[in-house]
């Protein structure tokens, strides 16, 4: 069983640096041609189901690279790690490493990596079971990217997986035993 995870396209909070989670805004320009390239590597994988977090930005790049017209299941486990009262900032105006470092990443009211974590394992699981034999797209955010790495490759020792995600509308693959 496969899963192949992609980011969605960019947002214009993108090309601002501004911390990204709740706030639902559609991808840009450029993000819907970003989804228009990745559209022509998705048409050739072997995909049953795509899984997407229910946000409009990862419905819209679901929908765009999702040729193939497979069923679309919308699921919240997949949102983006809520970053509350830090939802809007500029990522430049504080430590955005220590923000994806486990063990430095408790910061103000924002969802913690562990409390992220798992949400993302269960969910990860619970397709293992569920889907048993099957191949899924799962289209998601930068943010549980890097959750869905650590669940195939671990942490690193310093905790750090800010590097860990994916560009705009890039995709990874992954199997799942």
Known sequence: MYIYVIRHGQTDWNIEKKLLSYTDIPLNAIGIEQCKEAEKLVKNLNYDLVICSPMLRTRQTAEIVNSQKKEIILDKRLVERNANSLEGIDVRNFNYRDFWTLGKD?????????????????????????????????????????????????????????????????????ELK
């Open 106 to 174: 408790k910061m103000e009211d924002s969802e913690t990596i562990e409390e992220c974590k798992s949400r993302v394992y269960e969910f990860l699981d619970e397709l293992k079971e569920k889907y048993k034999g099957k191949n899924l797209l799962i289209v998601t955010h930068n943010g549980i990217c890097r959750i869905i790495y650590t669940y195939f490759n671990g942490f690193l020792k310093n905790g750090d997986i800010f590097d860990k995600g994916h560009k705009n509308a890039e995709i990874k693959m992954y």
